[in-house]
């Protein structure tokens, strides 16, 4: 059975840094892109990154660009969102999310992504 499971979430000040982790277990999922989405109180989910099967493609929404890393470790089936110069505005539950086995390619739609994590709260106050 296939399961994602996010940590690292918490309380920080604006401009703090954060570092999410999502385990994954079930299968191995080297050949799978992975992503971040987030969701906001009264507001829909939205993406934040993307990283392909093998790491060596990214994708980042303009919102945490040059904030936000996102990296894998396949070794470990683990996937990390780094979080830095966070906002008030990055306060969301943040999700897990990785495609279908074979499916590397990175994109931003969530419908793209079958397997999801349970979320952890982001909560950053100013």
């Known amino acids: 059975q296939v399961q994602l499971v996010e940590s690292g979430g918490g309380l920080v000040q604006a401009g703090g840094s954060l570092r999410l982790s999502c385990a994954a277990s079930g299968r191995t999922f080297s050949s799978s892109a992975m992503a971040w989405f987030r969701q906001a109180p009264g507001k829909e989910r939205e993406f934040a990154a993307a990283?392909?099967?093998?790491?060596?493609?990214?994708y980042y929404a303009d919102s945490v660009k040059g904030r936000f890393t996102i990296s894998r470790d396949n070794a470990k089936n683990t996937v990390y969102l780094q979080m830095n110069s966070l906002k008030p505005e990055d306060t969301a539950v943040y999700y897990c999310a990785a495609k279908r086995y074979g499916l590397g390619y990175v994109s931003m739609g969530p419908l793209e992504y079958s397997y999801w994590g349970q979320g952890t709260q982001v909560t950053v106050s100013s």
């Open positions: 990283i392909s099967g093998s790491g060596g493609s990214t």
